[in-house]
Each structure stands twice: as C-alpha cells, then as structure tokens.
T-cell receptor
Framework: DQQVKQNSPSLSVQEGRISILNCDYT??????FLWYKKYPAEGPTFLIS?????DKNEDGRFTVFLNKSAKHLSLHIVPSQPGDSAVYFC??????????????FGQGTILTVHP | NAGVTQTPKFRVLKTGQSMTLLCAQD?????MYWYRQDPGMGLRLIHY???????AKGEVPDGYNVSRLKKQNFLLGLESAAPSQTSVYFC?????????????FGSGTRLTVV
C-alpha cells in the first residue's frame, strides 16, 4: 500500500513559469514532510521541508504548501529555471519518538523546464 | 569534501553470488539508512541503524543483511543475489540540521543481477 503518492509521473513547464508538483498521503500519523531533488547519476538532495503545525514554508523560489485535512502537499517553484529539471520526490515521516528519521517516499515526478 | 561515500558505483552479479555494499560518512551522524530505488516505486527503506552496533529492518529487508561495526560505516550484504534485487541502492545518514530529517544521500550503487 503506497502511503505517499505522486500521481503525476512527469511535468513539463516553460522557463519563467510556475511549476507545481503534487503529493498525497494516506497515513494520518505523518507529521513532517520533505521534498528531495534528484539529478541523474546522483543521490537525492534535500530541498525543503514542512512540519504539520504549519501550512506553508518558503525558501527562495521554492514554497511548500500543506493541506492536512486533504492529506495533500504541493511544491511550487517560481520562476522555474532549466536547472530545475530533475526528479522530485515527496517524503513523509513521523517526527521524533521511535521513528528514527525513517522516510516514506513517493514515486517521484520528472520535471522538465524548457528554455 | 564531507559527505556520504558509496562503493562500488556499479556492479553486475550472477544469480546466487554474494556481495557487500559499503557506505561511509564523515559527518559523525548517528543514523544511517539503506534505500533502494526502483522505477515507479520511489525509494524504499531496506534497513537502518540508529547508532554503532545497532541495526533494524525497514520496509523491504528480505534478502539483505546489514552491519554497523563502526559509527562511520554501514554495510549492506546480499548473501545470494536474485534478479529481483536489480536496483539502484542509496545510503543516507542524518540528521543534518537542514530540517529535522533532511539527511544526506550518497550517489548510489547501480546493481544488476543476471
């Protein structure tokens, strides 16, 4: 059972426009969410995170929105740049306690930003 | 540069052969993890360790064993490789301070079992 789902395998966007990547989760115990970015032949790199006590977190061109009632989060990239072309993974965790930082990942979305 | 180093980067095994993947980190992190990435499946946790001498099972542990004899190293073993273990394996360590669980990944080991 896929507890974290990214239903769009790919997204294509024009340079300068907004990219919106979506993620849904089913486990109501998740209270910490992260986005990772992955280039080919490299490991994933941490991008941005959000705690369930917030509904928005912003870092430069990247903003993550969390809708707990809908069990949905999204990553907005504004403006999109060709260098943003990569695979984006959504991940979720139960913060603290005995979770030990274990993450549950979505399937990934391939973002292509065209010049 | 500080980080997570995985060896080897590529390997081809025959069914039934054994091998060990090595992960080394120089950031003094307590927690280390092994994930596998398969098309359409995202990354799935195989085993993890919360400190030297400790290991625990993740989501897909069958067919793998691990050891953490030293804090900086986390080894993943395949005793008898199967084609279903063809995958890209990523090691990670954390936490990093970039948010509670924004841990650091290695660059991966691409394993093919024929």
């Amino acid at each position: 059972d896929q507890q974290v789902k990214q239903n769009s395998p790919s997204l294509s966007v024009q340079e300068g426009r907004i990219s919106i990547l979506n993620c849904d989760y089913t486990n109501s115990m998740f209270d910490y969410f992260l986005w990772y970015k992955k280039y080919p032949a490299e490991g994933p790199t941490f991008l941005i995170s959000i705690s369930s006590i917030k509904d928005k977190n912003e870092d430069g061109r990247f903003t993550v929105f969390l809708n707990k009632s809908a069990k949905h989060l999204s990553l907005h990239i504004v403006p999109s740049q060709p260098g943003d072309s990569a695979v984006y993974f959504c991940a979720a965790s139960v913060a603290g306690g005995t979770s030990y930082g274990k993450l549950t990942f979505g399937q990934g979305t391939i973002l292509t930003v065209h010049p | 540069n500080a980080g997570v180093t995985q060896t080897p980067k590529f390997r081809v095994l025959k069914t039934g052969q054994s091998m060990t993947l090595l992960c080394a980190q120089d950031m003094n992190h307590e927690y280390m993890y092994w994930y596998r990435q398969d098309p359409g499946m995202g990354l799935r946790l195989i085993h993890y360790s919360v400190g030297e001498g400790t290991t625990a099972k993740g989501e897909v542990p069958d067919g793998y064993n691990v050891s953490r004899l030293k804090k900086q190293n986390f080894l993943l073993g395949l005793e008898s490789a199967a084609p279903s273990q063809t995958s890209v394996y990523f090691c990670a360590s954390g936490p990093t301070g970039q948010g509670t669980w924004g841990y650091t990944f290695g660059s991966g080991t691409r394993l093919t079992v024929v």
